[in-house]
């Protein structure tokens, strides 16, 4: 019998390959083999860190690894991940690698790009100059428009639905608080009301049940995320073989939240519209506290990026009274998906850090007294018969124990914890310390806020929530203290809300703990998820409030 002799050469030829690939490379020539492997396998097979990512027991393990290994380690064949400012933050963040697919997988919105998810350089920093300035730190402290909208969401929402739940309180002992809840629907209408204006944006703080039902909706999704982020294709297949990885109702909950954010940014067009007519007519047009202040710079800057495109189609008449109508439309959900990011973005990160403020301070009646007593001295304070006037922004903002407290809340309980990837560039660089470890092109780097903040030598007793940290040290540690601390992380991809969220949690914690004393009723499930953005386990804190 003939061996069939091309066949088994052909076959020979492939194993040969395979093995070198996969055995023989890693072990004795990729660049990576000299960076501290996570666990044996990781030179040859990304199952390992997939297996953790899916347990949900990346965040300790990431930082065990750098605990045992040092500042650069691999945790993957083509992947690695930083604990280190130079060499590290420095290279990767400031130097401003690219973001890759983790992205684009799980961040578009009615399958459009935002500036979040979108990979390139290039269109990211036209996105980004459009309307970084509206959420600039002069605009937002000096903004009428935010500060009228925020004195109606304090004095006509957030206190009075605090003060009702005292008074239930009173009557029966059963009435808790879900604090994780209300100040979610806060920082959601805040959030929201500054991007669309008052008129077009949510009212969840007044209305527990759409608060409980958006969060459900939102929170459901998050342990389904796994799959399209990490396993894009497996997902993909093995939805055409009928085998769902990622549950029905998590497609209808993004349906429900893209109609919902595209239903705030129709509003918010028809309330710019009703205002250009009324200017025009000589009336009084818009209310500050109504004025869409992101929707409006977007949706401009976009209709005339698109305007010369448009016009085009339009048999070159450049006065063709249509074109800035056409614009709008074929823009519509473009700019929902931008407006849509950021709303969830913004209320989910402050709402999670706050909570966490929340849990630390319910556990320290005295730093309450001495928060209530520095919170006093604003003129006005934020007591219900100071309103309509709230105390000025600037003011706030210098207040150094509400800074202090603030700051180590978002070090010790990141709202972000875990890796922020992004993508070596093609001719590879250096990472880690001098002298570092050479690595190629298209490799998956990442640094994590949770493992950054851990570093005994920086924040000393880093395991423990201690604000004075950051009022008793100055000079040098101050300054290795600010390097390290990452929670809005940095360089071009750095977030671009961090003003808003500052502004808003500082206003936010002003009216809780002028009023209140909290203590904590029930904190089990406290533990923060490791996930991408990480709330408490149970999505809850139940709390009780006593007056002052
Ligand atoms: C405590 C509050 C907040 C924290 C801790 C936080 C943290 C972060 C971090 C770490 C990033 C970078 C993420 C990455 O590269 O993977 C980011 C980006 C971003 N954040 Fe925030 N954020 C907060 C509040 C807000 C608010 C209020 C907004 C409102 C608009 C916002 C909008 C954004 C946007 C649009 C990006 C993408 C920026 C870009 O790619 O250029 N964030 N945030
Ligand atoms: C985007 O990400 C991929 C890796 O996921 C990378 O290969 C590519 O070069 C990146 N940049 C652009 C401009 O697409
Ligand atoms: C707002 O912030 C800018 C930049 O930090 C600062 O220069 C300015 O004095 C602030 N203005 C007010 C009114 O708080
Ligand atoms: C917000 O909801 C509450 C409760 O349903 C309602 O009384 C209030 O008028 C609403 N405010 C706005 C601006 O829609
Ligand atoms: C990371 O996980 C560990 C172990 O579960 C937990 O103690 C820690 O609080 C987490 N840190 C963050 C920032 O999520
Ligand atoms: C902590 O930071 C110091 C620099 O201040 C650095 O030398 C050290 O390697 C870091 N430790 C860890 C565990 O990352």
């Not at 396993?231 to 429900?256: H, Q, S």
């Not at 403020?357 to 018969?385: G, K």
């Not at 002298?435 to 994590?448: K, N, Q, T």
């Amino acid at each position: 019998m003939a061996v069939p002799i091309i066949p088994v050469l052909a076959l020979s030829a492939v194993m040969l390959g395979a093995v070198y690939k996969y055995i023989i490379h890693p072990l004795f020539f990729s660049p990576l083999r000299r960076i501290p492997a996570a666990h044996l396998s990781v030179p040859f097979s990304p199952l390992w860190i997939l297996w953790i990512r899916q347990q949900g027991r990346q965040n300790r393990t990431i930082l065990a690894a750098h605990e045992r290994l040092g500042p650069v380690v691999r945790l993957g064949p083509r992947e690695v991940s930083v604990n280190c400012v130079r060499g590290g933050l420095s290279t990767v963040y400031t130097g401003g690698m690219e973001k890759g697919e983790w992205y684009s997988n799980l961040f578009y919105n009615y399958g459009l790009p935002n500036m979040f998810s979108t990979n390139a350089s290039k269109p990211h920093s036209t996105r980004k100059r459009m309307i970084s300035n509206t959420y600039s730190k002069s605009n937002i402290n000096s903004s009428a428009v935010l500060t009228a909208q925020t004195s109606i969401i304090l004095y006509e929402r957030f206190l009075p639905q605090l003060f009702k739940t005292f008074s239930a309180q009173l009557t029966e002992t059963a009435s808790v608080l879900n604090i994780y809840a209300l100040i979610s629907a806060v920082t959601m209408d805040i959030v929201t009301g500054y991007i669309f204006g008052l008129s077009a944006s949510s009212n969840l703080t007044s209305n527990t049940a759409s608060c409980s039902h958006f969060l459900d909706l939102y929170n459901g999704r998050r342990s389904y995320n796994f799959w399209p982020q990490e396993l894009p294709g497996v997902t993909r297949w093995a939805r055409k073989l009928g085998i769902r990885l990622v549950p029905e109702f998590v497609d209808a909950a993004n349906d429900e939240i893209e109609a919902w954010a595209l239903s705030m940014c129709d509003k918010a067009a028809i309330a710019l519209e009703q205002s250009s007519e009324e200017k025009k007519a000589g009336e009084n047009p818009i209310s500050l506290a109504d004025t869409p202040v992101v929707y409006g710079q977007l949706a401009s800057a976009l209709v005339k990026e698109s305007q010369k495109e448009v016009q085009k189609d339009l048999n070159g008449d450049p006065n063709h009274p249509d074109v800035a109508g056409e614009c709008q439309k074929s823009l519509r959900l473009t700019i929902s998906s931008e407006l849509l990011d950021h709303l969830a973005a913004g209320f989910d990160t402050s709402g999670i850090t706050l909570t966490y403020l929340v849990h630390e301070l319910s556990q320290r009646r005295e730093l309450q007294s001495a928060l209530r007593a520095e919170l006093l001295t604003l003129s006005p304070p934020l007591l219900p018969s100071s309103a309509p006037v709230i105390p000025d922004a600037k003011a706030l903002d210098v207040l150094p124990l509400l800074h202090a407290i603030l700051w180590e809340t978002l070090r010790l309980h990141p709202a972000i914890p875990g890796p922020q990837p992004r993508v070596t560039p093609a001719g590879g660089c250096s990472l880690g310390p001098d002298p570092g470890f050479w690595v190629p092109g298209a490799v998956r780097v990442s640094a994590s806020a949770g493992c950054l903040h851990a570093n005994e030598s920086v924040f000393k007793k880093a395991g423990s929530w201690k604000p004075e940290r950051w009022l008793e040290v100055d000079g040098e540690s101050r300054k290795e203290m600010d390097r390290w601390f990452w929670a809005f992380g940095s360089g071009g991809r750095m977030c671009v809300g961090s003003n808003l969220a500052i502004y808003q949690m500082k206003y936010i914690v002003a009216a809780i703990y002028s009023n209140f004393a909290t203590s904590i009723v029930d904190d089990s499930g406290i533990e923060q998820e490791d996930a991408y953005t990480a709330p408490p386990k149970s999505d809850k804190l139940m709390i009780q409030l006593e007056r002052v």
